[in-house]
């Protein structure tokens, strides 16, 4: 057996702690909630360090993006509307802390279905089994009429189906419902991003895919003029792991290629886990040349009320100072 000489450590190199730089410290811990307290007490609470810090920051990077009067656009896909979150993200629409929404073409089904019928979100196994996933009458009809009709007169796909929600009597719980026709009230735009073929309603006879094309690309050129003036403001992707990054990421390039400088803004990404897109197309490689990147990882249904409430109590802190 070999044996090993020992090293003699008599004359490692040390300091002293005070010397030193270091991460955590106690003026950054948090503190013991007291029961029966306020919400912005529970804030008061939270440590300053890691997801607690950027969760703050998040919520300071939007209120002092829209004091300045700079943009705070939400891209989503469609699971923040099927958990519960409309009333939220209309709430925030009407106290002007978004300015404008970017989702997918699934967002404009359950959004239709809970303004009209006050519930969404089929049993799709079940369904499947017997060909009738997707085949609501109202949803396949209604919807793709009120597209057809909408980039007939020369408008996108989420103009048009925030118009139709808001003026159609039927929809009885469109006011908290919808945020499609929230965005249309207080003409804020919303734009819809379609694949072709991963909605519900391309599988009716009333779809018309020139239609859907058409329209999605006029959306596309407004998210494009959107992100144009994202300088100094917020873009949140809520929950899209493949569409909204990706889109987000070309009308970037095109917003800088025609002439816009697009920088110095704060990037959130908000979802269960890190997508590789999601991760590289909104909070890396966009914020490369300045700027913030933001990842708070979450379920939806817990992550975003509490950062709207956050951003709620700032908004009065700065209202107030």
Do not use: W
Request: hydrophobic share 40%; aromatic share 8%; charged share 20%.
């Amino acid at each position: 057996m070999i044996k090993s000489e020992i090293p003699d450590f008599t004359n490692v190199r040390r300091y002293h702690l005070s010397e030193r730089k270091s991460k955590v410290c106690v003026s950054k811990a948090g503190t013991p909630y007291s029961p029966g307290g306020s919400f912005r007490d529970f804030l008061n609470t939270l440590p300053d360090i890691l997801a607690a810090g950027d969760f703050n920051s998040a919520a300071n990077a939007i209120v002092e993006a829209r004091s300045n009067g700079a943009s705070v656009v939400l891209g989503m896909g469609a699971h923040p509307i099927k958990v519960g979150l409309c009333p939220v993200i209309i709430n925030l629409i009407n106290e002007g802390l978004i300015t404008a929404i970017a989702t997918n073409g699934a967002s404009v089904v359950h959004d239709f279905e809970l303004a009209y019928m006050g519930y969404t979100s089929e049993d799709v196994l079940e369904q499947l089994n017997d060909g009738s996933f997707g085949m609501a009458y109202e949803t396949g009809v209604f919807l793709n009429e009120a597209i057809n009709k909408g980039v007939d007169e020369g408008n996108g796909i989420g103009y048009s189906i925030g118009e139709y929600i808001n003026s159609e009597s039927s929809m009885k719980h469109s006011e908290k419902n919808s945020i499609f026709a929230a965005c249309f009230r207080k003409q804020i735009p919303i734009t819809v991003h379609v694949a072709v073929g991963t909605d519900i309603i391309h599988m009716h006879p009333e779809a018309d895919g020139a239609k859907l094309g058409l329209g999605s690309m006029r959306d596309f050129r407004i998210f494009t003029s959107i992100v144009s003036g994202l300088t100094h403001g917020v873009f949140i992707n809520l929950g899209s792991a493949v569409l909204i990054p990706e889109v987000f990421l070309k009308a970037l390039t095109l917003a800088r290629n025609t002439g816009s400088r697009v920088d110095n803004f704060t990037a959130i990404n908000m979802d269960f886990i890190r997508h590789y897109r999601a991760h590289e197309n909104v909070l890396k490689r966009p914020t490369a040349n300045g700027g913030r990147a933001i990842s708070l990882i979450g379920h939806h249904e817990l992550m975003f009320p509490l950062l709207a409430a956050a951003v709620l109590e700032k908004k009065a802190d700065y209202s107030a100072a």
